[in-house]
């Protein structure tokens, strides 16, 4: 499995519309640990649930979760 | 998202999955353990029948889960006559451990040729029990999984 790193686009994306992890976790449906958990790269959301984010954020799968050159504080 | 059946979220389903497979192995590795203790102090089959039954049920379960669903292991050897070869000596070697164990301490009879034999033929009767089991499996597990590898995708 490919390790996941911290993911500093949802949170500049957050940011951007105001909304704490708290909100953003309630917009989707899930608890505000998980939603700790997808930003710290410590757990790897399921395809529903990363688009359930970006409808929220108004982003695309790829603005938050493509691909990068180098994962920003990745584990690796 | 969360489940609207347990008010759990993806994570938290998934933590709660992990938590309870590790739950699932203690229970089951401890009584596997307590019906092996108990047969090395010499419990006789009805003392162990409880234990027994519970272990018989979750293994027939776990075996028939996993084939069916074209699973062999998580991460141990690969299904193989030889893998089954030699996964199949641990629990002869137990068999015909627990036995001698239980002639030489409960019973209270010296190690002679005889008693050797005999803990040799049990081990090796359990041995080929255990190889034929997992392989009558093997065979199945193959035919199971080239099914389900086999199926023709969906068109719309």
């Given at each position: 499995?490919?390790?996941?790193?911290?993911?500093l686009r949802?949170?500049a994306?957050?940011?951007?519309r105001?909304m704490?992890?708290k909100a953003?976790a309630?917009?989707v449906?899930?608890?505000r640990?998980?939603m700790?958990a997808?930003e710290?790269?410590d757990y790897?959301p399921?395809?529903r649930?990363c688009r359930?984010?970006c409808?929220v954020?108004?982003k695309?799968?790829?603005e938050?979760?493509?691909?990068e050159?180098?994962?920003e504080?990745?584990k690796? | 998202m969360?489940?609207q059946?347990y008010n759990?979220?993806?994570m938290?389903e998934?933590?709660?999955?992990?938590i309870?497979e590790?739950?699932?192995?203690?229970?089951f590795?401890?009584s596997?353990?307590?019906?092996?203790?108990q047969a090395?102090?010499?419990?006789?089959?009805?003392?162990?029948?409880g234990?027994?039954?519970?272990?018989?049920?979750?293994?027939a379960?776990?075996?028939?889960?996993?084939?069916?669903?074209?699973?062999?292991?998580k991460?141990?050897?690969?299904?193989?006559?030889?893998?089954?070869?030699?996964?199949?000596?641990?629990p002869?070697?137990a068999?015909?451990a627990?036995?001698?164990?239980?002639v030489?301490?409960?019973?209270k009879r010296?190690?002679t040729?005889?008693?050797?034999v005999?803990?040799?033929?049990f081990?090796?009767?359990c041995y080929l029990g255990?190889?034929g089991a997992?392989e009558i499996l093997r065979a199945?597990y193959r035919?199971?999984?080239?099914?389900l590898d086999?199926e023709e995708?969906?068109?719309?």
């Amino acid at each position: 499995m490919i390790p996941i790193g911290r993911n500093l686009r949802i949170k500049a994306a957050r940011a951007e519309r105001d909304m704490t992890q708290k909100a953003l976790a309630e917009a989707v449906g899930v608890s505000r640990q998980t939603m700790n958990a997808i930003e710290q790269g410590d757990y790897n959301p399921t395809i529903r649930l990363c688009r359930a984010i970006c409808k929220v954020l108004g982003k695309s799968l790829d603005e938050l979760f493509g691909e990068e050159e180098e994962h920003e504080g990745s584990k690796v | 998202m969360k489940d609207q059946k347990y008010n759990i979220d993806e994570m938290q389903e998934r933590r709660l999955f992990q938590i309870e497979e590790i739950g699932f192995w203690l229970t089951f590795w401890a009584s596997g353990a307590a019906v092996v203790i108990q047969a090395v102090l010499g419990a006789d089959l009805r003392q162990i029948a409880g234990e027994g039954i519970v272990l018989l049920i979750s293994s027939a379960y776990l075996v028939f889960a996993t084939v069916r669903n074209g699973i062999w292991n998580k991460g141990g050897p690969a299904p193989t006559l030889r893998a089954n070869a030699l996964v199949s000596l641990i629990p002869a070697a137990a068999c015909g451990a627990i036995l001698l164990i239980r002639v030489l301490a409960v019973l209270k009879r010296p190690l002679t040729f005889e008693v050797a034999v005999v803990a040799l033929a049990f081990a090796g009767v359990c041995y080929l029990g255990c190889l034929g089991a997992l392989e009558i499996l093997r065979a199945v597990y193959r035919k199971r999984r080239a099914k389900l590898d086999d199926e023709e995708e969906e068109t719309a």
